[in-house]
């Protein structure tokens, strides 16, 4: 089997779910462009708590962690199924790291599914989940990356989902496509670093702008785990999609192994609810 790329995917607003806009259509234009896989493993920064797992239930749920968001997105379902013998792979693969097996606790959350809503919108390829132990340091997210290099080997598309600059206390709602100085510059020095040493992305957090871009760890996480697996393979990463979003938000996206699929700059992002705020909704 063709060794399979992996996605790292600015999700931005849930609501991308459900509109058709500049990035939604990169994205729904990415799956068939990339080789089949048998099964998605997805690192999303929304399942963020103190211990490192996997989903391992046959019939995860679609999670919807959010509020104030319209009915219609939380009545939206991926019904994909999970991949309970890929989970205990995946503990085997990283040991001796530990990986506990989620068998009834999380599921799908929308990190996951409103990603791949658009990448594989028919829910036909089994999806797995691994969580974001807090309570380890950046190195060990970049270091569990590389030892899941191999899932590319196995046919396993793996998909990071999260945002490279993530703040939304500082969002400007009447202005969906701006970006803020400080925004811009800590996204070029990514890509910058992607381009030239993932294997040192850790370096960002020198950046005079890294507490801007990054108040809180979750959404930057996932790209150390495409940066750590791209270190692993001595490659590098470009973009697959830049662009911005309400000032503080990063909608870039980057390829590992789809030197197939050109970048682009993209418009348009979903907004979020205005009359919730936005560090409040667990978007």
Known sequence: MDRMPALFIGHGSPMNT?????????????????PRPKA?????????FGATAVTAMARPRTIHDFYGFPQELFDFEYPARGDPDLAKEIVELVKPEWVGLDQDQWGLDHGTWSVLA??????DIP???????????????????????????????????????HNLRAVRWNQPDFAFDWAERFD????????????DLLRLVEHPDY??????????????????????RNET??????????????????????????????????????DVPADQTNT
């Open 18 to 34: 459900l509109e058709s806009n500049g990035y939604t259509s990169a994205w729904r234009a990415f799956g068939p462009e990339l």
């Open 40 to 48: 998605i493993l997805v690192v999303s920064a929304h399942w963020y």
């Open 118 to 123: 658009h990448l594989y919108p028919e829910a």
């Open 127 to 165: 999806v797995v989940q691994l969580s974001i132990n807090a309570l380890k340091p950046l190195s060990y997210h970049l270091d569990l990356g590389a030892r899941l290099a191999a899932l590319q080997d196995r046919g396993v598309l793996v998909v990071a989902s999260g945002n490279v600059v």
């Open 188 to 199: 070029e020095a990514a890509v910058r670093q992607l381009a030239e040493n993932p294997g």
């Open 211 to 232: 507490a801007a871009a990054v108040p809180t760890p979750d959404h930057f996480v996932p790209l150390l785990y495409l940066a750590g697996m791209a270190a692993a």
């Open 237 to 274: 990463l470009d973009p697959l999609v830049r662009g911005y979003s309400m000032g503080s938000v990063s909608m870039t996206c980057y390829g590992l192994g789809t030197e197939g699929l050109a970048c682009s700059e993209k418009t348009g992002a979903a907004n979020l609810p205005s």
